[in-house]
């Protein structure tokens, strides 16, 4: 266990090296002259050489290669054109919303999903059942664009029950402030885990609840509530987990568009924002970031394994 | 009266609509006794195990109604009772052993547990009390070092210690009423063995009426006090196990008894010298692997094998789970790559071979497998899965379709049946079409893998004899992959005994059960139920 932990780190390394060098020749390898691309339509040509500079473009690939591995080896993942400041600083500051957010999500959606998953599983047929798959395929179907302003115009602007959008940090403003602003960005992002995951925990509940064990559970005398909680959900888990996993890593593309309809200040603004501004750097860094989140949400699916199934054991 | 425990009176339940039959049991009436076995014998589809779920409330309510009779359980009658109060009496009252203890518990909770359940449902004891109950529980069905393994985990278990945890939960609470759905089929002879003992000592001990559903006579033999036998959802005949076994009087219990296959091989020709099909040697299959930083678990699954079989002959292999008598059928056959050693067929070594070389020897060998419900592709008619491999070998479509309509007719099925789906027979019948799928390449070598374990012991017999007749027609060599030392004693002129991985014994079948030199060949002759009695005599 201690051992497969060790090597799954040290293959990290490997992963992230190519992806470093995915990002750093994807700059370079895109047509026409980077230094021109960043500086835009309108830039003299004082301005495309000051940023050819900056970005040291005017030396050969492979001492720019050489400098930039270096570079992220001491964890430093170079400057932003625009705000001058580190990219480790930018996202230093714009993690905690994103964190939060996503957190909030993951929790609200295992809440909300495995329960209607598992009932699904359990009444398979009946109407609960039928619900739970309607409103699965409509939560794949709605953009989140959509569904955030419709939310919007609903709660916020005709109701006006919940804020239109911000983000209220709750070590400054307190739980509740916090809470109020993220319910909305919260249920936005988290419908098409919810369609996804009851989706998937019904059809893994439906499977186990046909299992011999479950039967045993059954003949002792256990009550259905307990074969579900017990028996039927403990051997779903690996696979929920699964899902819940990769739900997780593909939550990144949602945030981005959550974080504008909103206006979180958080790492899914600052994506768009170094796209629109062509901030080269930033967008180099979040890249790597995300890529290193990735890994490590994947260690974490695979390490869990163990808790969850004695019989997986690395 | 006050000693029946469990009455059953003219129960009757109606299978959901479009079923082959109306009723899955029909007017079952019986009675289990305090300090009785009573067997419920019968085939597949004889509504042995609907009896037995209908009693303890376990059949999915959907689609199998009662719709008449009564259970009487200790004189309550059971179809009475709310679902709450079946919850209440299952486990306290009656328990159930199941077939498969495989998957029969939860893999991801620990065994100890699982014991403890049944007492955390019923009893109010504290979590103390209930592990020192589970504890002697565990002693009581003789589980060694109960107190480490009350933390294990079943895939921690063999089969049979698995089983014994079943019955330990089951005894927990002491019920009066124990029923065993097959709890003996899914393990190896010797363990099958420990398990009966154990479940007629317990029944002795504890006084309590067993319901045990079998399929297999020998079991019967060893375990009864009464007997059912049912056939199509009806009882056809009870009575004592004596009575029942040695004068029958049902048409149907005297044939289900006469196709018990004897222990006592027939006698055999002295094998004509015969060209030699198919030579092993030195053939090892080595699992596992070691990694990285940790130093892999290695097994043997066969360990310096040595087999001929002549044309005309058929070879038999037996042995218990883990033998490695299936790793060598499939090292044979090369569905897996054997890790040294060589195979000779033909005089050429295809051990060594690579998929490219190995294709045009793989018509020469052909297998069944165990299980004709999975062997056959559900989405293609059965005409089409025996055609496939001539035609893949360069057969014309109007050639192979004349060789399947023979096959078939050979096999004992109307060649019309071609254009059907797999699940349109039955598994005697899939069986058929697995022994003509494999002909139909036109084989040297026919590799039986277990083909007849699955069957029913009616169907058993008849395709026993097929595989003998289409030997002979084709002066096949056949290597017979078992199990099951009855079925071998009847089919097989020369049997090798494996235990792990390694052969133990080999020699003329009459030879081998006569006088087995191996102390393992000795113990799984000793363990074979209903050793006893030679069944097609009496019948």
Known sequence: MFFYIIKRILATIPVMVIVALFVFLMLRLSPGDPAAVIAGDYATTEDVERIREQLGLNEPIPVQMYKWIAQLARGDLGTAIFSKLPVTTLIGQRLEPTLLLALCTIIFTVLVAVPLGTIAAYKAGSWIDRFVMLFSVAGFSVPIFVLGYMLIYVLSMQLKILPVQGYKSPFEYGLWEFLRHMILPVITLSVIYIALIARMTRATVQEVLQEDYVRTARAKGQSEFKVLMFHALRNAAVPIVTVIGLGIALMIGGVVVTESVYNIPGLGRLVLDAVLARDYPVIQGLILFFSFIYILINLLIDLSYTLLDPRIRY | MSDTVLEIKGLTVRLPEGADREFAIEDVSLTVGKGEIVCIVGESGSGKSVTAFTVMGLIPKKDLVPVAGQILLQGDDLLKKSDRQMRKLRGEKMAMVFQEPMTALNPVVKVGDQIGELLEIHTNMSRAARKTRVIEVMKDVSLPDPEKMYNSFPHQLSGGQRQRIMIAMALALEPGLLIADEPTTALDVTTQAEVLELIKDIQRRHGMGVMFITHDFGVVADIATRVIVMQHGKVVEQGTRDQILTDPQHPYTKMLIGSVPSLTPPDRPEPKAAEV???????????????????????????????????????????????????????????????????????????????????????????????????????????????????????????????????????????????????????????????????????????????????????????LRLLHDVRERYDLAMLFITHDLRVAAQICDRIMVMQHGVVVEQGRTADVYANPNHPYTKSLLAAAPGRDMDFARLA
């Open chain 2, 277 to 463: 099909a198919l030579e092993a040697h030195k053939l090892n299959k080595v699992y596992g692997t070691s990694g990285f930083f940790s130093k892999g678990r290695v097994v043997h699954a066969a360990q310096d094998v040595e087999l001929v079989v002549h044309r005309g002959e058929t070879l038999g292999v037996v042995g218990e789970s883990g033998s490695g008598k299936s790793t060598v059928a499939r090292c044979i056959v090369r569905l897996i790559d054997p890790t040294g050693g060589d195979i000779t067929i033909n005089g050429a070594n295809i051990a060594t071979m690579t998929e490219r070389e190995m294709r045009p020897y793989r018509q020469q060998i052909q297998i069944v497998f165990q299980d004709p419900y999975r062997s056959l592709n559900p989405r293609r008619t059965v005409g089409q899965s025996i055609v496939e491999g001539p035609m893949n070998f360069g057969l014309g479509a109007a050639e192979a379709q004349v060789r399947a309509e023979d096959l078939m007719r050979i096999v004992g099925l109307a060649p019309e049946a071609l254009d059907r789906f797999p699940h349109q027979f039955s598994g005697g019948q899939r069986q058929r079409v697995c022994i003509a799928r494999a002909l139909a390449m036109e084989p040297k070598v026919l590799i039986a893998d277990e083909a007849v374990s699955a069957l029913d012991v009616s169907v058993q017999a008849q395709v």
